[in-house]
């Protein structure tokens, strides 16, 4: 059998590169019970090119790393207070994407549809960066986008792609190899949650508004950055929780709903080979305590010189301080660590796998995230020790 075959799940972290490279167009993501999409091939088509096994970006060999004494590292914050408060950290990405777009180019990323489900899109006009703004904490569908790239890349328009690190090291595979014209933006991933557990958690409280849902936020900042809410809005109701003490994000943090690919994560530190890497600069005011941290601070990693044209061309409009890979590595424990997959996960996986009711999977959250009376005083005092040190 010459095509790919998931038999080990960790292997497989969903990014469709074997699907857009398919010359017959015969590989299809299913859902898994888990509520992940993994790569179903339809054998009565596959000619056994072998392709779609040899662009995999997990099994290939890795190309060169970067040599971190090559990149540079950056503390900034978005000057533009309305952006800032949209975005999840120092609000960089609408930076980026704006200046693409200005040049007459497209931008790939992230959004909500229109119910609720996070894909992959790609945008022309400035307008509508806002659908990109905010962390959505669960595993986007990539659709076609890599072809779609490929399209626009041929066509000479210039074009920034943000994604998982994996999603990164996936277009480059598709790609096969080096485009001027193509920046890519990731992230510093703690892992992707299930979809699944995602729908399970906004019909529950679509139910209980008894109204349609009007917006999600996993970071609303209202609080403050380091203390960002879940908030989910009806038309006349909301559900707002403290990272803290939602039951949804606790999931996430506490590693229990990611992406088994996720537990065996090839591509920590800058092995995704992005242009550009961002992420929250947590405990900045420690090391830079020059720079404003209330509403948010990008971590801002550039990996060669495409990276650095993008973001010279938007520094005027960001607050910067240079800072250190060390740095890095202290503050940001996902740049370079791998989550572990908890114990509690083989209980988990029983509601999750087993149950189509998103009351019993909420529920398992809900119990899961209880924190002890103990637990929540030390959470607390961890909490306000945290925002002591990063608001100035
Ligand atoms: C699943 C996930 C896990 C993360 N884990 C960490 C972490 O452990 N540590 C850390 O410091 N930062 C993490 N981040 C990144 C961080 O939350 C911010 O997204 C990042 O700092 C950029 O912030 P910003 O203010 O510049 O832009 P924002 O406006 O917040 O930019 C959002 C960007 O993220 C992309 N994006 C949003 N959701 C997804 C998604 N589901 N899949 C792919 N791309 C998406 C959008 O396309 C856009 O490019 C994570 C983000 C996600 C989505």
Redesign the pocket.
Known sequence: MNHIYIEQKEFCTGCTACSNVCPQQCISFLEDEEGFLYPNVDESFCVECGKCKAVCPVKKERGDIPDENNIKVFACVNKDKKVLK?????????LLAQKTIEKGGVVF???FNECWD?CHISITDSDEIFK?????????NMGDAFSSVKNFLNQGRQVLF???PC?IAGLNSYLGREYTNLVT?D??????PSPKVFRAYRTHYERKFQEPILKISF?DKKYGWDAFSMVLCGTSKEYRKIRFFDPYIQAQYSHISLRPACYHCQFKKCNSNSDIK???Y?YVSQVHPEIAARD?V??VIINGPKGQKLFDSVAPEMQIVESQIEHVYRT?A?FAITAKEPVARKEYLQVVCHSNSSEDIVRWLEKHAKLSFKDKIVTRLRFFKHQMFTRK
């Not at 949209?86 to 960089?92: A, Q, T, Y």
Request: net charge positive; aromatic share 12%; glycine share 16%.
């Open positions: 949209e975005s999840s950290s120092g609000g960089v990405f609408s990323g992230a959004a996070v990109f703004r905010g962390s959505k904490y669960v595993q986007s943000s994604g998982t999603q933006c992230f510093i991933c703690t892992g992707v970071r961002l992420a929250d947590w948010g990008s971590l940001n996902s």
